[in-house]
Nanobody, 127 residues
């Protein structure tokens, strides 16, 4: 059974940085599994942010998220990270870690395929 636990959220000022962590269990890192980050701001639709293929570390980014965010993983500790830099108030949201139902040959940017979710970690960016 896959379990995802996010941490690292908090309150920062504009221009600040945070590193979010997603501790995974039940995700196999030597097969074609994908772990992703999404976010949802109050009153808005959920947005995809980035994803990573755990077997190789190949990363994918939603078009609007490239440049300031970086996804990475620590395979030994089965943790996926999301580094947020140059944060802006519009980045304020709850950030969620997600995994697909199992190994898949589909690329990790098939965002609708993610079915297991963590509880989220909130990020607040103030001016």
């Amino acid at each position: 059974q896959v379990k995802l636990v996010e941490s690292g959220g908090g309150s920062v000022q504009t221009g600040g940085s945070l590193r979010l962590s997603c501790a995974t269990s039940g995700v196999t890192y030597n097969t074609a599994n994908c772990v992703a980050w999404f976010r949802r701001a109050p009153g808005k639709e959920r947005e995809e942010v980035a994803s990573i293929l755990t077997r190789t570390g190949l990363s994918y980014y939603a078009k609007s998220m490239k440049g300031r965010f970086a996804i990475s993983q620590d395979r030994a500790n089965k943790t996926v990270y999301l580094q947020l830099t140059d944060l802006k108030p519009d980045d304020s949201a709850t950030y969620y870690c997600a995994a697909k139902g199992g190994a898949s040959w589909d690329p990790c940017d098939m965002w609708s395929q993610y079915s297991t979710w963590g509880q989220g970690t909130p990020v607040t960016v103030s001016t």
